[in-house]
């Protein structure tokens, strides 16, 4: 539970550093954390559609039965052991075809017989441009494979072999050099930063630097910018800076391009960028992309609002200054629509985008109000999905902390109450603990303004009274005690006292008072 009073008072505005009231990834859900196989493919085996498609663009030697067939892996390496650069050749397309076309590729068989010295050997035979291919492409699929598969690769000495194939004069030669880099670089940390520090950037970098990127195929262009996403992804250690810096201009220029994929690989590296220390999210904020990224956010394309949102979400955990630049980019606008999304997790990304942005300066609380997104979040509290609901939750508590009177007040007004109440029936601890600190708040402010006794009165009637009451003899002891110090600090005077200060009934609720000046407000 240590963990759980640890997170709850990052949440407390009472003389905390702002930066305390936003919520890391890393720190807040594990779900929202994990890198979702259906987010982005991470490594991709570069298979044939039917078993007997001339899947190269090369013309395949089908002259004798035994290249019609498929060989055995010691057929194979037989041919790639003969002295005979045709056989060597009709032995690694006997290779790529195993590897691309079964179901369940014999990868470590392939590995175990001792092939990837020989095909990362013929990487470098120029004067072969058929056997350079075949063997590129049966390297790419072994990578794609598990880490250890990937790391055989690598230990080959495919790295430096396939970096020298990125600007080949072949074209299919260097797109599938860029695809096996993508590959080993999508395996993790490690591997990424061996690519970076073997020189691949530059020559990736270079491919690009062309006036018009429209002379490239959808398919190669689509290539290298996942491959660049790639070598932007994964933590622990994050990318080094200076591999960052060196690829923001080309992933900036390939923001503004107009594929669909190539955008949403983009956006992907932009939000791995992203996810880390404020000083990762102020390099790409300087470059001043936000507004395109809110641009795409509007996109209504699933697959590029996706990593656009996920991109913003982690800058707003960043500064106050990183999370204006991104509200001065026009984003309230776009959540209307995010917050009302057929997709469930587009909600609840959402909705955490928001909770970190009401963790912010009470003027940047008031964005949030302007833009009418408050009866959103109180109807995602009502209705939304329950992973939705929890941070919209956290929306609703980081406003109540650093909100002004008047902006507490209108959450109240705008119905905020019942539902919020409502969700102290959930099981989850962490959650029925986030809201109770947003009662508190508002408690808080009800003293200040010395109304609250009509707050005890709007709880008690929604039946919130009842589900603070039932939480005393919850098994988790924080949540126990603070609904305790709720019970005994607000509901322990007598019937008649509550009953004798009754708000005032308006046509529009109840009327509350605020300080000297007496301002009504209706709830």
Not at 288 to 310: A, K, M, W, Y
Request: proline share 4%; glycine share 6%; charged share 20%.
């Amino acid at each position: 539970m240590a963990e759980n009073g640890v997170r709850l008072n990052k949440f407390k505005n009472k003389g905390r550093d702002a930066n305390e009231l936003r919520r890391r990834r890393v720190e807040v859900n594990v779900e929202l954390r994990k890198a979702k196989k259906d987010d982005q493919i991470f490594k991709r085996r570069n298979v044939s559609a039917l078993p007997e498609d001339a899947t190269s663009p090369l013309q395949e030697k089908c002259q004798n039965s035994q290249a019609a067939r498929q060989w055995t892996v010691e057929e194979i390496l037989s041919g790639v052991n003969s002295t005979s650069l045709e056989s060597q050749l009709q032995a690694t397309q006997a290779a790529r075809k195993l590897l691309s076309r079964e179901r369940h590729p014999p990868i470590d068989h392939i590995i175990s017989a001792g092939l990837i010295p020989k095909f990362v050997a013929f990487l470098g035979l120029a004067d072969s441009p058929q056997i350079q291919f075949e063997a590129s492409w049966a390297l790419t699929n072994i990578a794609s494979g598990t880490s250890d598969q990937t790391a055989a690769v690598v230990q080959g000495g495919a790295i430096p072999a396939f970096i020298g194939l990125v600007g080949s004069s072949h074209l299919h030669i260097s797109e599938q050099a860029v695809w096996a880099l993508g590959n080993i670089a999508g395996d993790g940390s490690d591997l990424r930063d061996k690519v970076i520090k073997q020189g691949a950037i530059a020559p990736l970098i270079n491919l690009l630097a062309v006036p018009d990127l429209s002379e490239f195929t959808s398919g190669y262009l689509r290539n290298v910018t996942w491959t660049l996403s790639n070598l932007c992804r994964n933590k622990n250690p994050s990318p080094p800076m200076a591999a960052i810096q060196e690829m923001l201009p080309t992933l900036i220029r390939l923001l503004h391009h107009d594929d669909k994929e190539v955008l949403a690989d983009t956006c992907w590296a932009v939000s791995y960028l992203t996810d880390g220390s404020n000083d990762r999210i102020e390099v790409v904020v300087q470059t001043g992309l936000v507004p395109r990224l809110v641009q795409l956010l509007g996109s209504g394309e699933l697959s590029i609002v996706t990593p656009s949102l996920r991109a913003i979400g982690n800058i707003v955990t960043g500064t106050d200054e990183q999370t204006q630049a991104v509200l001065d980019a026009g984003v309230m606008a776009m959540f209307p629509a995010l917050l009302r999304h057929q997709k469930a997790n587009v909600q609840k990304e959402a909705a955490w985008t928001l909770s970190n942005i009401t963790a912010g300066r009470d003027t940047q609380i008031q964005e949030v109000i302007n833009a009418g997104l408050v009866p959103h979040l109180v109807e995602v509290l009502r209705r939304g999905d329950y992973k939705t609901q929890k941070e919209a939750v956290w929306a609703i508590t980081n406003f109540t902390s650093g909100g002004t009177v008047e902006q507490v007040v209108y959450l109240v007004q705008a119905n905020a109450l019942e539902p919020l109440l409502n969700l102290l029936s959930t099981k989850d601890s962490k959650t029925i603990l986030v809201i109770l600190d947003a009662i508190t708040n508002i408690f808080m402010l009800g003293d200040k303004i010395g109304e609250t006794d009509k707050l005890c009165l709007m709880i008690e009637e929604c039946g919130g009274l009842d589900r603070i009451e039932a939480l005393q003899s919850h098994e988790n002891e924080l949540v126990y005690k603070a609904s305790l110090n709720l019970i005994e600090k607000y509901f322990s005077g007598e019937e008649e006292e509550v009953q004798s200060v009754a708000p005032e009934t308006t046509a529009d609720g109840y009327a509350f008072q605020i300080s000297e000046n007496q301002s009504t407000f209706n709830f």
